[in-house]
């Protein structure tokens, strides 16, 4: 008797430590960004607020470290783990730190203000922003869709069709295929619509224009993930047709059924990275689907004004799309608030009845 219920008492034991330990992992997981500024702490990230020209903090290389990374420093001949930037808040320094507020649509300080580091920290597409070969376009208030330099698109008469494949080697398991698929099925129609373009499901990986996968770390592109958060995709421009996403994150295609706090829209950044694939390079309206960076939780999906005026400069307009139809779109922005944790004390009280219940059981007359 005295054995059974020791060995009640060691099994719950056990399970609840399994059980915290579980917690634990996915927490810390879950909030890892390998990005140097982004992980530093909330408080540790405050000395550096209302930095200005002329300053020197420990920490400020890793904030030219990112603005190098994104296209905003020309450092030639050096890699992104390089310790050759300076801890100075110099006029270099300043200058890129201006060209990124612009380009980002935030009120220019050329200071690390509070806002400029929130953007920094904010998830984002690994497509460096271009800013030293951009090609703009002003269109009232519209304010700028960007190419790739050289305005590379796919070439041919069109109309004509593109073939997408997923990669069956490098992919992921937390969705389904047939989640995966619908989300980038719905990202490719969101296109389709404006432009003269269809895109065609295939299931020849090899021979398909746009290839698709799921890749951590280094994958061999010269772009290396870098895991949670930090950079959540990347594509490169026509017609090379590579799209990849880093297998690191939690891709959601419904924010009803993802606890997770840190959970990634699969959809929005499917739209994004396509845009990527068909010449598009990043735009300064916060509310285009070309807007570099997406919050956690955060859909926007469907295509904004400035990001159609900016595919069909392009490739033309899809005939069956009506010009007038410009002046009502609207982006789908819908930051969707992470649902309440799971109950996990509940998960103790359950365990810890399911150990009484036995243990009046086994001492039961």
């Known amino acids: 008797m005295l054995l059974t219920r020791t060995f009640s008492f060691f099994f719950f034991l056990v399970t609840i430590t399994l059980v915290l330990i579980t917690i634990t992992l996915a927490s810390s997981h879950a909030h890892a960004h390998p990005i140097a500024i982004s992980s530093r702490s909330m408080a540790d990230l405050a000395r550096f607020s209302g930095a200005g020209r002329g300053t020197n903090i420990t920490g400020i290389s890793d904030f030219k470290r990112y603005l190098w990374r994104f296209g905003y420093l020309n450092v030639h001949n050096i890699n992104i783990n390089s310790t050759c930037f300076s801890e100075d808040f110099d006029a270099i320094f300043e200058s890129a730190l201006i060209r990124y507020q612009r380009k980002l649509g935030l009120q220019v300080t050329g200071k690390l203000d509070s806002i400029t580091i929130s953007q920094m920290i904010t998830p984002r597409c690994g497509v460096p922003d271009n800013n030293d070969h951009t090609h703009t376009h002003q269109m009232h208030s519209v304010k700028n869709f960007v190419y790739f330099p050289g305005k590379p698109r796919w070439s041919g008469p069109m109309p004509t069709t593109l073939t997408y494949a997923f990669s069956p080697e490098y992919t992921i398991h937390t969705l389904s295929l047939r989640q995966i698929r619908r989300a980038f099925r719905r990202a490719f129609t969101r296109w389709a619509k404006v432009i003269p373009l269809t895109f065609v499901e295939s299931d020849d990986y090899v021979f398909a224009e746009i290839k698709i996968g799921f890749y951590s770390g280094d994958h061999g592109d010269g772009e290396p993930f870098d895991g949670v958060l930090g950079v959540l995709a990347h594509s490169f421009s026509p017609e090379i047709g590579r799209l990849h996403l880093d297998a690191a994150e939690t891709w959601a295609v419904d924010f009803g059924e993802s606890w997770s706090e840190v959970a990634v829209d699969l959809e929005s950044v499917a739209t ?59 982006s789908d922005i819908s930051v969707n608030q992470a649902p309440p944790p799971p109950p996990f004390p509940l998960f103790i009280i359950v365990f810890l009845c399911a150990y009484l219940w036995s243990f009046f059981v086994v001492s039961g007359p």
């Open 272 to 330: 994004h990275e396509i845009g990527h694939v068909l010449g598009l390079s990043h735009s300064s309206v916060k509310e285009a689907v070309m807007y570099p960076s997406l919050r956690p939780r955060e859909k926007r999906s469907r295509l904004h004004i400035d990001d159609v005026r900016g595919v069909q400069s392009l490739y033309g307009s899809n005939p069956h799309f009506i010009s007038s139809d410009l002046s009502s779109l609207q």
